[in-house]
């Protein structure tokens, strides 16, 4: 089989930040990479799935509503894909940097944390999601679509 494009990245060489993973059509996948890979801290799982349900909620009620596909975490517990429509590259790092600003500050009970809308609603940690989202506003300060490129 041939090896999909996110294996392709050297990941020894990878930083938190936020990279375009892939374009595919009108469709950007951007890799927002919360920690180092292989440094044996991850996401912690509560804290990553409140940080999910933040993410989307937050994203998906932004005047760009209707160019969100999804976001979702990584596999590997390092970071988060963000999936978006035809959307400027500046406007993207701007969303997830005031995304990452409401998610540290947020306040209040988390949305779709229900049984009846979650299928893990008893796994969650506010705290830890707000201090993941804090950890990234000093990262994403001043990135650029220079800066959303991989380094080789």
């Known amino acids: ?13 990878l930083k938190p930040g936020m990279y375009t993973s892939r374009i595919d059509g009108d469709v950007t996948t951007y890799d927002i990479r919360m920690v180092y890979p292989n440094a044996g801290i991850y996401i912690e799982p509560a804290a990553g ?3 999910e349900h933040l993410f989307a909620t937050f ?10 596909i999804y976001c979702g975490p990584m596999g590997c517990q390092t970071g988060f894909y ?10 993207a790092i ?5 995304t990452m600003a409401f998610i540290a500050g947020y306040e209040g009970g988390i949305p779709g944390a ?3 809308e979650c299928g893990n609603y008893r796994l969650h940690d506010l705290a830890g999601a707000k201090r993941l ?5 000093p990262v994403l300060a001043g990135w650029t679509e220079e800066k959303l490129v991989y380094e080789k």
């Open 1 to 13: 089989m041939k090896r999909i494009a996110s294996f392709e990245v050297n990941h020894n060489k």
């Open 49 to 51: 799935h409140t940080f």
């Open 59 to 68: 994203a998906r009620n932004s005047d760009f509503s209707e160019k969100i």
């Open 82 to 91: 963000f999936l978006v429509r035809d959307m400027e590259a500046a406007d």
């Open 94 to 98: 701007a969303l997830v940097q005031r």
């Open 114 to 116: 229900s049984r009846v």
């Open 133 to 137: 989202a804090a950890s990234m506003i």
